[in-house]
């Protein structure tokens, strides 16, 4: 039996004879990969639905290209899900994206325009622990 972690994780294809190792699914690769085996799919018949070639689908299952606009759509009407699994497709390519784009009010408080300005400049060289510092006073929020 596999477990969580190696379900998240593909072979990629050899280059010039040789492996390229293991590569990462993101998100919305792996939400894919468990409708593809629902449903009894292979790669390429997702691709398909989607009306791009099996090859850029596996680029964005695994992070390498972004997901185009319309994608989620083309998959959610191509492969016919229901509106729980389509929902849940939409959350794992939100979560799978590369770039956020992060709308501040119409009178944002200087501390607004801050909160927004640390997060951008500093996103990338934040610790874990920091992340989830931010995470735990986020959902405390809630």
């Given amino acids: 039996m596999?477990?969580?972690n190696e379900e998240a994780i593909m072979t990629s294809a050899t280059k010039g004879g040789r492996q390229q190792g293991p590569?990462?699914?993101?998100?919305f690769g792996q939400k894919c990969r468990e409708i593809r085996k629902e449903?009894?799919?292979?790669l390429l018949d997702m691709a398909e639905?989607?009306?791009v070639t099996p090859g850029f689908l596996s680029m964005v299952e695994t992070g390498r290209k972004p997901i185009p606009d319309g994608l989620v759509s083309k998959l959610v009407?191509?492969?016919d899900l229901h509106q729980r699994r389509a929902k849940e497709l939409q959350n794992a390519a939100a979560l799978s994206a590369r770039e956020y784009r992060l709308t501040i009010?119409?009178?944002?408080?200087?501390?607004?325009?801050?909160?927004?300005?640390?997060?951008?400049?500093?996103?990338a060289r934040m610790t874990p622990i920091k992340r989830q510092k931010i995470i735990e006073v986020l959902e405390d929020e809630e």
């Fill in 105 to 123: 009010s119409d009178h944002p408080d200087p501390w607004e325009r801050t909160l927004a300005f640390k997060l951008q400049d500093q996103f």
């Fill in 39 to 42: 449903k009894g799919l292979l």
């Fill in 49 to 51: 639905a989607a009306e």
């Fill in 2 to 4: 596999s477990t969580r």
């Fill in 77 to 79: 009407n191509g492969l």
């Fill in 23 to 27: 590569t990462k699914l993101t998100p």
